[in-house]
């Protein structure tokens, strides 16, 4: 039988010489209009259906969604890039809030992108956000075209965006602490035993 003395030596070797060699993000109940991309782990991507086959005219066409997002050692950062579209004779608007626990839950905890164009412009591509995160919480999104001109001059347009999330490891120097603190406590017990 493997005694307590000798498994608390393997896991401080452990600590010492392991580090994580990829983060785990979770992507989940997510809206039909996005999706996980398989090349990058830490990336959903939406395409709000309504607003990427460019809607024209006078009127209001608005696309929501959501998903849930979690993470191994916790999340630093979300970002919101790739974003693609704009507007003329007319408004096109993207906002995307990250909400405090899981879907249904409630609070604002940032809000990761916010941008209104018109007039030509094409709406920003990406915006950083240095945020820090443990556990689940939620990201939804509400896109909005407002057409001022009737057809074929009224025109908006959402192409889609991306959402990435870059979760924060623990770094080399507190793993190995961590193992040098258990060797330390072994090393003292056994002296103290003899």
């Known amino acids: ?63 929501m969604g959501s998903f849930d997002v979690s993470s191994t050692f916790g999340i630093n950062a979300l970002d919101v890039n790739e974003v693609d ?10 906002m995307v809030t990250l909400y405090n626990g899981p879907l249904g839950g409630s609070g604002v905890e940032a809000v990761l992108y916010n941008q209104t164009v018109t007039g030509g412009a094409l709406i920003p591509p990406f915006q950083n956000n240095n945020i820090s995160i443990t556990g689940t919480h939620f990201v939804t999104y509400v896109a909005t075209y407002v057409g001022t001109l009737p057809a074929p001059a009224g025109i908006g347009y959402l192409g889609g965006f991306a959402v ?18 258990i060797i330390g406590l072994l090393a003292r017990r056994r002296r103290s035993g003899k």
Request: aromatic share 8%.
């Open 1 to 63: 039988m493997i005694s307590l003395k000798r498994t608390l030596w393997v896991l401080a070797g452990l600590a010492v010489l392991t580090v994580p060699s990829q983060a785990v993000i979770t992507f989940s109940n997510y809206t039909s209009d996005f999706s996980v991309d398989p090349h990058a782990t830490n990336q959903i991507n939406a395409t709000p259906p309504s607003l990427s086959n460019f809607p024209k005219g006078i009127g209001t066409v608005t696309d």
């Open 85 to 94: 579209g704009f507007a003329f004779g007319g408004s096109v608007s993207l």
């Open 164 to 181: 990435d999330a870059y979760e924060a490891v623990p770094e080399p120097t507190a793993l190995a602490a961590l193992g040098i603190g």
